[in-house]
């Protein structure tokens, strides 16, 4: 038994000089470059993800390992831009790098906008106490091997210090040109005390992409976040974010994933101060005929402050073939009393091939809580399509408006209504698409 451990131990370690072969130690001043040789040690130490893995015995993870990104077409459609309506700063990444010159002027009220590569040139800035700091502590209790790699290869990425309430949202528009695009990003968000902010997110970004957020966000601060990850079918991407929460403070996310052959996203949040408030949720639009679909969110809350409310609300819709995957987990550490957390994941199988594989996890140490969790899979409800068609809805239509329904408890999760229309669009828009 002693043996196969130890050979299981030695293919992930084998697995990381694969994928570091073609990797290059990026320069910086010294305590970025320490802050990278630290998260190169961490990946070394704990191997790459294998199936063997508690939390990804449900995602193969190799494309995602190998030295060179697998090839994935460029997607091309007529569809206007997500958030083309909304006012909004622009920052532009063209297969991982920023482009200049299709961005908008970075200077906004209230909020201070870097690129990582200026900053990792610095001998002093804030960003020291930040990178890769959330990313360490979120390896405890679980091994995350891909962010290790993350915080230890990137290069490019925002760095966002918030002051003030800006007046309008940035927004980082991922633009995949390349086949073969390797891209890494690490992006920093600082919200001080009092301060809030917006971040949209959209675009497929790369052939294959990793990704890393970390939020620090101060007392009485707030972040909103809104993700649309593009719609390239043959896309491969894992996605981090890490957030510390103060106290009276609030997290919210929301991701929209519709195509793609391979998509990861994880969620680790800790709710440091009392009274805190984090919302994440997701919908996810999977259709395996052409191309291969297998989407995974993973999630992991700490509760530490008092009086501290969680949601995790997950909804997939799968057809053909696709896959969902969903893990959860509310920790509720001992004298985090009075949390409310709740958790739901739900998928709707729209035929009999597709597959949703649920772990939700509660483990409490405190004894004044209020927490739930659920997860269900199943097809339409055939006395609700039955109505509609008596009321002269036809079929396609009426399965159509059966599906927004669905999902439309993870959509009113995004707090602003117009970014929540916006997303309603699409979704609405995917189905339409799909039935013709």
Partial sequence: MAMAREKIAQAKRDAVDVRLATLAAPTGADWITATRAAAVARLRAMGMPGRRDEYWKYTRA?????????????FDHDESPVFGEVDRLKIVFVDGVFDAAASDDL?????RIEMLSDVAALDIHWAKNLYGVLEEAGQTPVDRPLAALNTGFAEAGVVIHVTGKPSKPVSLIYIHKSTTSDAILHHLVKVESGAELTLLENGPAAARLNKVMEVDIADNGAFHHVRAQGRDHQRRAVAHIFARLGSESTFKSFSLTV??????????????????????????????????????????????????????????????????????????????????????????????????????????????????????????????????????VPVGPATDLLTLAFLAEAVQEIENPVLAAEIGDRLEGWLTRRRS
Wanted: aromatic share 6%; charged share 25%.
């Fill in 62 to 74: 190799d494309a995602l390992m190998q030295n060179e990104a697998p090839e994935a077409e460029v």
């Fill in 107 to 111: 200077a906004l009220e209230g909020v």
């Fill in 259 to 392: 195509n793609g052959a391979l998509t990861r996203n994880e969620c680790v949040i800790e709710m440091l101060g009392d009274n805190s408030f984090a919302h994440v949720a997701g919908a996810a639009m999977g259709d395996g005929a052409d191309n291969p679909f297998h989407h995974d969110d993973t999630v992991f809350v700490t509760h530490v402050g008092r009086d501290c409310e969680s949601r995790q609300v997950y909804k997939n819709v799968l057809r053909n073939g696709a896959t969902g995957v969903f893990q959860g987990k509310i920790l509720v550490k001992q004298g985090a009393q009075k949390t409310d957390g709740y958790q739901i994941s739900q998928a709707l199988m729209l035929d009999g091939d597709s597959q949703f594989l649920a772990k939700p996890e509660l483990e409490i140490y405190a004894d004044d809580v209020i927490c739930s969790h659920g997860s269900t899979s199943g097809a339409i409800d055939e006395e609700a399509l039955f109505y509609l068609r008596s009321r002269g």
